[in-house]
């Protein structure tokens, strides 16, 4: 058998090729991540001490905040550190560390995203079994349910990066280790990866979104339904924002899983993994929540000088 030198560092190609604009880059991103950050941590916040949110919904969503910031925190800080540096690396260890938590938060999100779907048709379709298919032990058993899944999923694929050998070259495609670029700078066979790759992205990505997309079937047909316009705004009021989000999100997700690493793309897929851990997680607790009157009380139970 061959020896192979084991790589103990990876150098990432960056976001951008033009040295001149790092400075402003760097602003822009630090500001949108101090933005995803505090967002999300306050409506956390909001939820925790405002009683009127203690609902599914709420517990939900402060959920997906806690995801985001997982999401941000996982991706931006090593990357803005690299946009202050001319060499651009990453220890193997903290690479393996940051594949990790960016899988864990990204799989944790399909599922939580079907299970808030799941609590809106429960709560438009079946209004007067809400409170006993959607009880306190029910939520927290599904949530829990959801970080497990993405738990036992960032952990295989982990592992399995863990067994492959990494010989040269070092140079990382993207500006954070995502599976795909990294997997592709492996010398020894990826077909069990890619084989349990396809396997989970067809469980998280396109189950999941095939029982969200059945969830809400059933909640248009039943809005449609009601009789009065202003219940049917009502109801499409609570399920526009998260259909929206669900898109989004899952359209990025299949663009850049449900392929073979052959076709990786680099500057398409740069541009696709800042919308989802950068630009979604700033916007979701704008989409979600910042717009809803309850979360705006809770707020000013945060910052009492705030005025209306």
């Not at 429960?122 to 009880?135: F, G």
């Not at 829990?144 to 993405?150: F, T």
């Not at 969830?215 to 705004?233: C, V």
């Not at 979604?280 to 910042?290: D, E």
Request: proline share 4%; hydrophobic share 50%.
């Amino acid at each position: 058998m061959l020896n192979h030198t084991r790589v103990t560092d990876f150098i990432m190609q960056g976001l951008f090729d033009h040295p001149q604009h790092q400075g402003l880059i760097f602003g822009l991103f630090l500001c949108l991540y101090m933005t995803a950050i505090m967002g999300n941590s306050l409506i956390i916040e909001a939820i925790v001490i405002h009683p009127p949110l203690h609902t599914p919904m709420y517990f939900f969503i402060a959920n997906l905040a806690l995801v985001d910031v997982v999401c941000t925190s996982s991706v931006l800080p090593k990357m803005l550190e690299n946009l202050l540096q001319e060499k651009k690396t990453i220890s193997f260890d903290g690479c393996m560390a940051q594949l990790f938590a960016f899988t864990l938060s990204s799989g944790t999100e399909l599922v939580l995203l079907t299970a808030m779907s799941y609590d809106r048709y429960v709560a438009i379709c079946h209004p007067l079994r809400y409170v006993n298919l959607m009880s306190k032990e029910i939520c927290i058993n599904l949530a829990a349910g959801v970080w497990a899944v993405g738990t036992i999923n960032s952990l295989v694929h982990t592992l399995l990066m863990l067994r492959l050998d990494f010989c040269g070259p070092n140079l990382i495609q993207h500006f954070f280790c995502e599976i795909p670029p990294v997997l592709a700078l492996s010398c020894s066979s990826t077909y069990l990866n890619e084989i349990m790759i396809f396997m989970a992205d067809i469980f998280l990505a396109m189950v999941n979104f095939l029982l969200t997309t059945v969830s809400y079937s059933f909640i248009i047909i039943a809005i449609f339904k009601i009789q009065s316009s202003k219940g049917k705004q009502r109801a499409f009021s609570t399920c526009s924002s998260h259909l929206l989000v669900v898109s989004l999100y899952y359209s990025t997700i299949i663009y850049t899983y449900i392929r073979p690493t052959s076709s990786y793309s680099l500057d398409k897929d740069k541009m696709v993994a800042i919308m989802y851990t950068l630009i979604t997680p700033t916007l979701n607790p704008v989409i979600y929540s910042l717009r809803n009157n309850e979360i705006k009380v809770a707020i000013r139970k945060i910052f009492p000088f705030t005025t209306k």
